[in-house]
């Protein structure tokens, strides 16, 4: 997809369709409450990554800081029509979906007074549904970027001690409440060290790229590190939810250099090899991600119990994990619709924000 500026980054549309296969692989597979497939399930180590699939929205979050690093670097921004870019890309297709829901919650009898202050509540708490919460914390993010991309320039070591003092922070949080995943996974509080590695990592995406077995090396430890969360009792059973360990401290530093390494080095190896039929497949479902994430929940819990009850046992990863890839390719013309009825008339009324 194109940014407002007219820049094009396929690599990051491709990094958008597998962060979005990996939150609909984490609701396919864990319906509900580890049904069809169990938390405890035997998994291949090196894809347990789609069983704690709920790690997406850290690839996400390091994508939106290593995006915004690159086209904003360097440049004079208008910071009005910055934001109001980002609305016109995000609140539309948000506003449809809450209203559903909304409405759904009316005909069941709901209070939709309560719901509405919900709603408003959302911006500050992660409240809001079907993911939404997540775009609450995009929208924490864009309002302090201009500064952390001031901080870069006064120093290189600037951003990496932001992210230092909030692992500070948050292992004092962890020392006196006895857990930190709640503050770590669903807000600003863990997340910014994600947005701020994604921009450092676009800071230094050439000397990343450079080195052709450093960055996967790094994946697969990061895979394998993974799969030992997973061993632990992954999101939930560590072994509790929330989880008093302590390695919530530092799992969302971890992830941000991780996938911050991660989308460098593949930026800089797509720019050299050829765009064939496949790349462009997989860039246009990444170009509907967004209406993929928020929509994905109104059916991927039927789709998991359908297939589990109707077609056949799917509690087994092995077999899971190729029918929640079917299923996520079956809704993918519905997330197209949506992109282009919902999502793109609004995009025409962007402004160019780039001063130089």
């Known amino acids: 997809m194109r940014s ?23 609701h396919f597979l864990h319906s509900s409450n580890g049904y069809p497939v169990s938390f405890s399930a035997a998994v291949p180590p090196l894809l347990s990554i789609f069983q704690e699939g709920h790690t997406g929205v850290a690839l996400f979050m390091v ?12 440049n004079r921004i208008h910071y009005g029509y910055f934001l109001l870019n ?37 911006f500050i708490l992660p409240i809001w549904p079907n993911g939404g919460w997540s775009i609450a914390v995009e929208i924490q993010f864009y309002l302090i970027l201009p500064f952390l991309l001031r901080l870069q320039h006064i120093s290189r070591l600037a951003l990496p001690l932001v992210v230092l003092l909030m692992i500070i922070v948050r292992m004092g949080i962890w020392w ?17 060290d994600q947005f701020v590695l ?16 450093a960055v996967p090396a790094g994946i697969c430890i990061f895979l394998f590190l993974t799969d030992y969360f997973r061993e632990l009792g992954g999101f ?20 941000g250099l991780a ?35 928020l929509l994905h929940f109104f059916w991927v819990f039927v789709l998991a119990d359908f ?40 995009l025409k009324f962007r402004k160019k924000y780039l001063l130089n």
């Open 176 to 192: 006196e409440v006895g857990e930190v995943q709640t503050l770590s996974y669903w807000t600003l509080v863990g997340r910014i």
């Open 86 to 122: 980002r609305f016109l890309r995000l609140m539309p297709l948000l506003i449809v979906v809450m209203s559903i829901i909304g409405i759904n919650h009316c005909l069941e009898g709901g209070d939709i007074l309560a719901y509405g202050n919900t709603l408003i509540r959302g």
């Open 4 to 26: 407002s500026t007219g820049k094009h980054f396929p690599a990051l549309d491709h990094v958008r369709a597998l962060a979005a296969f990996m939150v609909f692989s984490w």
């Open 236 to 255: 939930y059973n560590i072994p509790s939810y929330p989880s008093p360990h302590p390695l919530w401290i530092i799992l969302p530093t971890i992830e």
């Open 259 to 293: 996938y911050g390494s991660f989308i460098a080095w593949y930026d800089c190896r797509l720019m050299q090899l050829a765009e064939n039929r496949f790349s462009q497949i997989i860039a246009r479902i990444g170009s509907w991600s967004y209406s993929m994430y």
């Open 198 to 213: 994604g921009i450092v990592a676009a800071r230094e995406r050439l000397l990343i790229g450079k080195n052709p077995w």
């Open 307 to 346: 297939v589990n009850t109707q077609l056949m046992d799917i509690s087994d990863f092995c077999l899971a994990l190729p029918c929640a890839l079917i299923c996520f390719l079956l809704l993918t013309p519905v997330a197209c619709l949506s992109f282009h009825f919902i999502e793109m008339p609004f």
């Open 63 to 74: 994508l939106s800081g290593y995006l915004f690093a690159t086209i904003l670097a360097n």
